[in-house]
């Protein structure tokens, strides 16, 4: 397994916390009675297909097609839904009602289709907004969903406090908006209405991570760490060291909280 999947199954509990309630409720009622065909952009290794599975947001007659740009990441996913009780079905792994097509491909080129349900989750901040969009939504049938949790925006936060907390958070989220926007979250809900869609809801999925860390929650934090550094090595010189050794130190001590503000939203096309 690479550190970027064990990164993705660390932060499924962070997610499983984190993901609104009320935006995935509405999301259910919404969901259309009959056969469901669902796709997901950037599925990673599988713990979102999982999760809806688990907590019985997907049943019945579903089609589930899961695109990842990675071949190892969907062949990780391939893993992952094995061992969370899926069966392999010709070239489709099957739970219940639910059959999954595993797809490696850049979702931008591979995206065609007449979806009822589109799944983006933790994947919209990675790219240009505005052109994804359209994109998106023309894969959808009529009055289709589009659903897309834990989209970053915008706040990271640690405690305890570090005298460079701001140079470097400020250095993180310019990175950040090299490729995708550190702001995501909160321009989605302007750009959705300006591609033709509405928002049926809107919440906070902040990542809240505190000591005593659970499960493998170490490790996430290890990763973030890992891609600030990744980030902003060049930037920032011998203060940033020091910034990491300390971070890195209280991680290892169970000291260091981490707070990142996203959110989840809703909207149908
Ligand atoms: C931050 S990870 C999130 C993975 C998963 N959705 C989750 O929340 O655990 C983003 C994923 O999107 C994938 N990805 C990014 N751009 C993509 C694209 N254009 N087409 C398909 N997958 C893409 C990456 O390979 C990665 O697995």
Not at 37 to 51: L, M, N, Q, Y
Not at 63 to 89: C, K, M, P, Q
Not at 95 to 101: F, I, K, L, N, Q
Not at 200 to 214: C, E, F, I, Q, T
Request: hydrophobic share 40%; with cysteine; charged share 30%.
């Amino acid at each position: 397994m690479t550190d970027f999947q064990r990164y993705l199954h660390a932060k499924r509990t962070v997610d499983d916390r984190a993901i609104d309630r009320r935006v995935l409720d509405h999301l259910e009622r919404e969901l259309p009675e009959g056969p469901l065909d669902v796709v997901e952009i950037g599925a990673g290794v599988g713990t979102g297909i999982s999760r809806l599975l688990d907590w019985g947001v997907l049943s019945g007659d579903v089609s589930y097609t899961a695109i990842d740009r990675r071949a190892e990441n969907v062949a990780a996913a391939r893993e992952h839904l094995l061992e969370a009780g899926f069966v392999e079905e010709g070239d489709r792994l099957r739970r219940d009602g639910v059959a999954v097509s595993l797809v490696a491909g850049d979702a931008f080129d591979a995206l065609e289709g007449d979806y009822d349900l589109l799944i983006a989750q933790a994947v919209l901040d990675l790219v240009d907004l505005d052109g994804a969009l359209p994109i998106l939504f023309a894969a959808l049938s009529p009055g289709g969903l589009a659903y897309f949790p834990i989209t970053f925006d915008g706040g990271t936060l640690f405690d305890p406090a570090h005298p460079i907390d701001g140079r470097v958070v400020e250095a993180y989220h310019r990175d950040m908006d090299r490729e995708g926007s550190s702001r995501t979250g909160r321009l989605l809900l302007s750009a959705v209405p300006e591609a033709d869609g509405e928002v049926l809801a809107a919440g906070s999925s902040d990542w809240v991570v505190y000591p005593p860390y659970r499960d493998e929650e170490r490790e996430f934090l290890g990763h973030i760490l890992d891609t600030i550094e990744g980030a902003l090595a060049e930037d920032l010189g011998s203060e940033f060291e020091d910034w990491l050794t300390t971070r890195r130190g209280q991680v290892d001590r169970e000291e260091l909280t981490y707070v990142a503000h996203q959110l989840d939203v809703l909207c149908r096309v």
